[in-house]
């Protein structure tokens, strides 16, 4: 694969303070503000693949790993267990569990970064009455992007009791390859931000809950696919803010909900934000995407190449504010399109979800590429990545 090559055909991007008028549109995008940015356009003279392939990881689980917290559990609830994932995405697994609250009755292994929580991949059988816990020999392989997942350490074991049927012990099977990032994605729109033109009045551009994915798909951004007509999570989180149908929709996509400092799942105004934790190596990449509230079905996700964002240049972790030209508003071809800020059929005004017009259009792309555009005096989204100790 080529990475050497894309790397090379882009350019190094400067610094540009950001102007007090930024209109995006189909003659103009916000690529005129790049203020900031992660990608220094180093070339990548060989993608090596990290991490653990044909390596067997040893993996503790206990209570404390465990999302929901699970209730009742004995203080020594434990499990040990040894993995081992080969070329072909055929996983080997011993899974022991101890001291639980009951007999355990499934284990299973999940896709999910530590604190959050995501599909089974793969069911345990036992033979002891649940002491001990196998792969079956008739388990199905993980996919390509599965052994990412498995690679960057995104996988984890989880064992469930009567007394905790979403879990009772827990254990990240992470290999301790990858590098951590923390992403923030931030609303910097004011109350003057989106110009309304049928009243001669502003508003603020709030952002819904959302999803994100780390992958290796070389073409495109699973959370965009397919590009002729949007899949159901594209579509919840792009006309009504809602991400629960994603992670059914696209595997690997997970949710974002809470804003920093609330208690509770909901969208943020100006000054808010969005943070969570993920984990990559070299040749992964991160995509998102959140709702544009004040329109119809609009969604601010990465446009970079493969409309995903690099964790690594150079081998080395990005680091710092995402250039403003790798991000962009997109339309999901799902409902047409009213006036920003003032429709009738808009999540802020709608009678119930998913109400308004087929979108003539259904195609999934950039406003600019399909020939629309909004008034917006200031950006909207800062999103930075910072790798964690
Ligand atoms: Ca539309
Ligand atoms: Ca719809
Ligand atoms: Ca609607």
Redesign the pocket.
């Known amino acids: 694969m080529s990475m050497k090559s894309r790397f090379q055909s882009r350019k190094l991007k400067y610094a540009i303070a950001l102007s007090a008028a930024v209109v995006i549109g189909a003659c103009s995008s916000d690529d005129d503000d790049d203020d900031a940015l992660i990608d220094n356009g180093v070339d990548n003279e060989e993608n090596v693949d990290e991490g653990g392939a044909g390596q067997a990881v040893s993996v503790l689980l206990d209570a404390s790993q465990e999302i929901p917290a699970p209730v009742g559990v004995p203080a020594g609830a434990s499990g040990s267990a040894e993995v081992q994932v080969d070329e072909n995405g055929v996983v080997t697994a011993t899974l022991g569990v101890s001291n639980l609250s009951g007999p355990a009755a499934m284990a299973h292994i999940h896709r999910g970064f530590a604190g959050s929580t995501g599909p089974v991949l793969i069911g345990l059988t036992t033979d002891d009455g649940g002491s001990t816990w196998t792969v079956p020999s008739d388990a199905r392989a993980l996919t390509e992007e599965e052994i990412g997942a498995f690679n960057r350490g995104e996988l984890y074991f989880n064992v469930h009791t009567a007394a905790n049927a979403a879990g009772e012990i827990r254990g990240q099977i992470d290999a301790g390859n990858a590098t951590r990032f923390l992403v923030r994605l931030e609303n910097i729109s004011t109350e003057n931000t989106l110009n309304v033109a049928s009243t001669g009045t502003t508003q603020p551009v709030p952002l819904s809950p959302g999803a994100y994915i780390v992958h290796r798909n070389e073409v495109d951004s699973p959370l965009l696919l397919p590009r002729d007509a949007a899949n159901a999570g594209l579509e919840a989180v792009a006309e009504d803010g809602n991400n629960e149908p994603y992670p059914a929709a696209v595997p690997g996509a997970a949710p974002f909900s809470t804003p920093v400092g609330a208690d509770e799942p909901g969208p943020i105004g100006p000054g808010g934000a969005y943070e969570f934790t993920i984990q990559g190596v070299d040749g992964d990449k991160f995509d998102f995407v959140t709702m544009f509230i004040p329109?119809?079905?609009?969604f601010y996700t990465a446009t970079d190449a493969d409309n995903s964002l690099d964790l690594f240049v150079g081998g080395q972790p990005v680091s710092g504010e995402v250039v403003a030209s790798d991000i962009a508003i997109w339309?999901?071809?799902?409902?047409?399109?009213e006036e920003p800020g003032t429709g009738a059929n808009q999540v802020q005004r709608q009678a119930a979800p998913n109400t308004g017009d087929i979108?003539p259009?259904t195609r999934v792309g950039s406003i600019d590429g399909r020939g629309?555009s909004v008034s917006l005096n200031e950006r909207v989204l800062r999103v930075t990545i910072t790798p964690q100790p």
């Open positions: 329109s119809n079905d609009w339309d999901s071809g799902t409902e047409a399109d979108d259009d629309q």
